[in-house]
T-cell receptor, first 112, second 113 residues
Framework: GAVVSQHPSWVICKSGTSVKIECRSL??????MFWYRQFPKQSLMLMAT?????????EQGVEKDKFLINHASLTLSTLTVTSAHPEDSSFYIC????????FGPGTRLTVL | DQQVKQNSPSLSVQEGRISILNCDYT??????FLWYKKYPAEGPTFLIS?????DKNEDGRFTVFLNKSAKHLSLHIVPSQPGDSAVYFC????????????FGQGTELSVKP
């Protein structure tokens, strides 16, 4: 199947700093990528849909100014968590879609 | 408002027996359903799916059943193997909403030797 990578796999940062997470489709091009967040023992919650060359579409309740999404090419989408706070600590997962949706391995963000 | 629900957070099954994971949904417009398997600190991997026009789909040891009138789907794994131990998520999608996935809370399956 298609491979989606994420970098970094884990990151620890101080409160107030910004963190960038990259999502790459390694062997296919994806016009659409998705960003999810998962809290422990909970469901994956869709945060936003990232469209190459256009603005991302955010789900209700997700602050677009806090979670900046850039889909600069057909193989790369980035999520930047700005002014991170401890409550932003979570597992962030991206996915890219061809005929089906392929998920990245996730990024564990811990904000101190 | 949880549109997709997995009411059993965990399930323990003996190796060789059948595992049945359940999922309920509230939106009758969902037209596609999927099951994903997830290990800790990894992304979900696709397992099996079913279109709303079908009531059963089978792939090896995995079978998904869809009961539209009850808004219920289930995943059967038979025979269960220790390597099946993971968290299983069901997801539903709506074509006219771009096919975005709505996930349930997950059920942690433990298959004991």
């Amino acid at each position: 199947g298609a491979v989606v990578s994420q970098h970094p796999s884990w990151v620890i940062c101080k409160s107030g700093t910004s963190v960038k997470i990259e999502c790459r489709s390694l062997d296919f091009q994806a016009t659409t990528m998705f960003w999810y967040r998962q809290f422990p023992k909970q469901s994956l919650m869709l945060m936003a849909t990232s469209n190459e060359g256009s603005k991302a579409t955010y789900e209700q309740g997700v602050e677009k100014d806090k979670f900046l999404i850039n889909h600069a090419s057909l193989t790369l989408s980035t999520l930047t968590v700005t002014s991170a706070h401890p409550e932003d600590s979570s597992f962030y997962i991206c996915s890219a879609r061809t005929d089906q949706e392929f998920f990245g391995p996730g990024t564990r963000l811990t904000v101190l | 408002d949880q549109q997709v629900k997995q009411n059993s957070p965990s399930l323990s099954v003996q190796e060789g027996r059948i595992s049945i994971l359940n999922c309920d949904y509230t939106n009758s417009m969902f037209d596609y359903f999927l099951w994903y398997k997830k290990y800790p600190a990894e992304g979900p991997t696709f397992l099996i799916s079913i279109s709303s026009i079908k009531d059963k789909n089978e792939d090896g040891r995995f079978t998904v059943f869809l009961n539209k009138s009850a808004k219920h789907l289930s995943l059967h794994i038979v025979p269960s193997q220790p390597g099946d131990s993971a968290v299983y998520f069901c997801a539903a999608s709506l074509y006219n909403q771009g096919g975005k996935l709505i996930f349930g809370q997950g059920t942690e399956l433990s298959v004991k030797p």
